[in-house]
């Protein structure tokens, strides 16, 4: 399939391999790269535990979604830059799979993840268990084509209400097909949880500019991530951004996404936000 490791595989050499313990690997962000949210820091984390821990379970499960207790954010990335990261498992099994992770460029931490904790799905129902652990001999060996990844598009919120400077709701209108379907997955297509919160951060770092005039939000840290639902290709979504108070110079948001017409939260999470002039 087009993309196929491509369009949305961040791991492009596994340097260091405990399957179930730790890993290292790397991913060069190509040069002429359009769109590279700071968001794929965390997935390209992610996708490393992953591998770890589909190779400790022999390729019958894989982790999908979670919950993510802390991610912080040190820094963006840029195009041409190279991506190290490092995770350790906490514990790894048919039901879940717990874990820390850090990802850093130039030997400066860009993006830490605390207490990741993903349930393990039949690895078959998503993709082929052959062809990944085909892939992970290429990633372990030689490893994979650089610049082979060509961005995500940014994908558009439509504006529905807003209570300038203290919250705002937009739709998501999920496109029904683009290049990164075709890697998260082949067998069941879902958004990636990632490119959610990155709209859904967007949504609350313009509020936060209606509050601040003449500043720049930047996302420092988003805690209390869950997931708890996939959404399909073609999917409508309903995204609410709320401002906290705090009493210093950050800003706390609260963030939900929705499908359209239902009660029950499909994804939410806490973001704070730097904010400079």
Known sequence: MSGRYAAFTFVDRITAFEPGVAARGSFHIPADVGNFPSSLLAEATGQLAAWSAMAKQDFRVRPVAGVAHETIYAGAPRPGDLLETEIRIDSCDDEAVSYQGVARIGGATVVELRDVVGPMLPAEDFDDPAAMRGFLDVLRGAGAPADRFRGVPLL???????????????????????????????????????????????????????????????????????????????????????????????????LEARAAGQKRPVGGARATFGVAE
């Open 156 to 254: 558009p919120l439509v504006p529905l209400d807003r209570e300038p400077g203290r919250s705002a709701v937009a739709r998501l209108d999920v496109p029904a097909d683009a290049p990164f379907f075709h890697d998260h997955f082949p067998r069941r297509p879902v958004l990636p949880g990632t490119l959610l919160l990155d709209c859904m951060t967007r949504l609350a770092a313009g509020v936060i500019a209606e509050a601040r005039p003449g500043t720049t939000p930047v996302v420092r840290m988003v805690s209390d991530v869950k997931l708890r639902a996939f959404t399909e290709p073609g999917a409508t979504l309903e995204l609410r951004a709320t401002l906290q108070p705090t009493e210093d110079d950050t800003m706390l948001a609260t």
